[in-house]
């Protein structure tokens, strides 16, 4: 691999990796907390190279300034990417301000180092005055951008993919994968580039962590001592234990029932869990504030729109996502007190005709 534009850059940035062991080509994290840096990429395909750009120094997250999130399925748009590749490359600040449309943006310095590095030319060919910094990226712009940034050069004889032919960026595709920093986009069969579709920061991080030569680091399982099928997404976490008082609950309850049916509801949360949010039913073994099935709770929170981007659903312990999970429930019972028993025995609830 050529990578003379580049400098050379550890491996592994200064405190945060305490220690990396590298097991046939995976890089064992000794030191990251249980499920890593991030807690939005957990079970997500390219996690381990996520965690390689993090510990290189070439991200740091997506939600300043907590950033314990990656943001794996969010598109890469043109001012990131030269914040990706100038942090990659550690290319050297200029005084030269090369394009009209960046001022405002917050990765102008990085615009401004990418295009004194030659590595970007503009986005309004031939006058090439503009970077369209929030324009997002495609598979395409994104094997341009690598091939100058590393400087690759063999195409492999060309031709590699078969969908890309009369692209602008055929060139640079066939480079780029020569160069083993893709090997397409259907496996296994992987004769396709898709050169016209976005870039996600889930793929940026593989195309950057085997152009940098970063093994992928594989972060400690996340502890989350989740009650239902499947791991527990650490986006919605369980809360504390111990009851609460109706009125504790009343804002969720409000944002996420229909308002003449909240009081019924505070009155069953108190009934079902004394307003525990870790309360758990020892027979049947139903779960949190509204007593939800252990079979039940995943199709419930991802309906309610408590699902991650990698299919991990909230903690059934999380009050929030418990009684999202009831109103959409509700919703789709009829009557829509149904699943819950003692609304028949509970004044606020009789009155809605339970």
């Known amino acids: 691999m050529d990578s003379s534009r580049i400098p050379v850059r550890a491996s592994v940035a200064i405190g945060a990796v305490a220690l990396v062991a590298v097991v046939a080509g995976i890089a064992v994290a000794f030191g990251l907390p249980p499920g890593g840096t991030f807690i939005d990429d957990d079970r997500n395909l390219h996690e381990g190279n996520i965690e390689a750009i993090a510990a290189d120094g070439v991200t740091s997250g997506c ?120 090997v397409g986009c259907n496996p296994p069969t992987n004769d396709r ?36 099928t499947g791991a527990c997404s650490p986006m919605w976490p369980a809360d504390a234990p111990g009851g609460r008082s109706r009125e504790a609950w009343r804002s969720v309850v409000a944002k996420y029932w229909q308002a003449e049916r909240v009081e019924c509801v505070l009155d069953l949360i108190q009934v079902e869990s004394s307003g525990n949010p870790q309360a758990r039913n020892p027979g049947g073994g139903f779960l949190g504030l509204l007593q939800h099935s252990p079979s039940g709770w995943n199709t419930r929170a991802a309906a309610a729109g ?49």
């Open 63 to 182: 939600n300043p300034p907590t950033n314990d999130r990656y943001c794996p399925a969010t598109t890469v748009i043109r001012g990131q990417m030269a914040a990706f590749l100038v942090r990659a490359a550690d290319l050297p600040a200029t005084g030269t301000d090369f394009y009209h449309d960046d001022d405002a943006s917050v990765f102008e310095n990085d615009i401004n180092r990418l295009a004194a590095a030659g590595i970007t030319k503009g986005c309004n060919p031939p006058a090439n005055d503009h970077f369209c910094p929030d324009s997002r990226v495609t598979r395409g712009q994104m094997a341009a951008f690598l091939v100058r940034a590393f400087n690759y050069t063999d195409d492999g004889g060309g031709n590699r993919f078969i969908d890309d032919n009369g692209s602008v960026f055929e060139s640079d595709i066939d480079k780029l994968g020569t160069a083993g920093v893709t």
């Open 306 to 354: 408590f699902e991650d981007g990698n299919g991990l659903t909230a903690h059934p312990y999380n009050g929030a996502a418990n009684i999202a999970a009831g109103a959409w429930l509700a919703d789709n019972s009829s009557p829509w007190w149904q699943p819950w028993p003692p609304t028949g025995h509970i004044a606020s609830c009789q009155a809605l005709g339970a």
């Open 193 to 228: 580039y898709c050169p016209t579709d976005n870039v996600p920061r889930d793929q940026m991080a593989s195309f950057l962590a085997r152009a940098l030569d970063l093994d992928p680091i594989v972060p400690p399982p996340r502890e989350t001592n989740c009650p239902v």
